[in-house]
């Protein structure tokens, strides 16, 4: 069974940084679009970041500028660098492997992490 592990302390002040990663025990890592999916309380899970096995990237609106989305494939882990954290981007956030299956699309995911931002 394919696993998504994270990783990262989810606790910073406004303004302040943090790192979180996620590593897929799965060889077939490379043909995954990796990504990073926000859930705050009463809205729908969105998506943060995400970057595919060519490493075309793509972020949210708020997140440009703030965050970084990286893959490193010799450790099978994407990460994801918060930088001038807001108190909106307190969410927890989910790690995402996707790919296409024939006409249909595999998602995996991660146990996801609690990101507090305070004042």
């Known amino acids: 069974q394919v696993q998504l592990v994270q990783s990262g302390v989810g606790l910073a002040q406004v303004g302040g940084s943090l790192s979180l990663s996620c590593q897929m025990w799965?060889?077939?890592?490379?043909?995954?679009?990796m990504g990073w999916y926000a859930k705050r309380p009463g809205f729908q899970r969105e998506l943060v970041a995400a970057?595919?096995?060519?490493?075309?990237?793509n972020y949210v609106d708020s997140a440009k500028g703030r965050f970084t989305i990286s893959r490193d494939y010799a450790r099978k882990e994407v990460n994801l660098q918060m930088n001038n954290l807001k108190p909106e981007d307190t969410a927890v956030y989910y790690c995402?492997?996707?790919?296409?299956?024939?006409?249909?699309?595999?998602?995996?995911w991660g146990e996801g992490t609690l990101v507090n931002v305070s004042s």
């Open positions: 995402n492997a996707r790919r296409p299956v024939g006409s249909a699309t595999m998602d995996l």
């Open positions: 799965e060889d077939a890592f490379p043909i995954f679009t």
């Open positions: 970057i595919t096995p060519n490493g075309d990237i």
